[in-house]
């Protein structure tokens, strides 16, 4: 099997780019993400959505400074594994297990900032993100999307900007 390293390093970049921007929205505002994608199609752009209407430019310029901010500061991301009935589990963000889930849970942290339940492939180190460049919103359904990339998407944003 060959795994497609650029492929992947970018899934990696967009899906720890998502926890990371999850987790500073939530504790800045208190604004919770009920799903994301990852947008593998032409434009790339990725979102989160968020159970808000509204989000303002100074909002998103202020989760976009602290997101890059956390970037600079090389934070790590590590993986671990907690059994399900672990007290450990009431701090992670979750939207829970199903009532027939049997086996560990692997949670994600986020050194300082979050620990979250998730099976994806992520960074080892925030850094490796490189850069969180937030896009626009959108107003679907009562809630808001949130557009997004990270890593060598914003560069090849860059590119096609000039």
């Known amino acids: 099997m060959n795994v497609d390293w650029i492929r992947r390093f970018d899934h990696m970049q967009q899906h720890s780019g998502q926890h990371l921007i999850t987790a500073i929205t939530d ?10 994608n990852l947008a593998i199609g032409q434009e790339h752009k990725c979102h989160i959505e968020l159970n808000t209407k509204t989000l303002t430019h100074q909002q998103i310029q202020a989760i976009e400074d602290r997101c890059n901010e956390c970037i600079r500061q090389h934070l790590s991301m590590t993986p671990r594994w907690l059994e399900p009935d672990s007290e450990e589990l009431e701090d992670v963000r979750s939207r829970g297990l199903p009532d027939d ?32 460049k937030l896009l626009h919103t959108e107003l679907k359904k009562g809630m808001t999307l949130l557009y997004f990339i990270t890593g060598d998407r914003v560069l090849q944003y860059l590119q096609r900007c000039t």
């Open 101 to 132: 889930f049997v086996g560990r849970v692997r949670v994600v942290d986020i050194e300082g900032i979050e620990s979250n339940m998730c099976c994806g492939t992520h960074v080892k180190n925030l850094s490796d993100i490189q850069c969180v």
């Open 27 to 36: 504790d800045m505002y208190g604004y919770k993400t009920t799903s994301w």
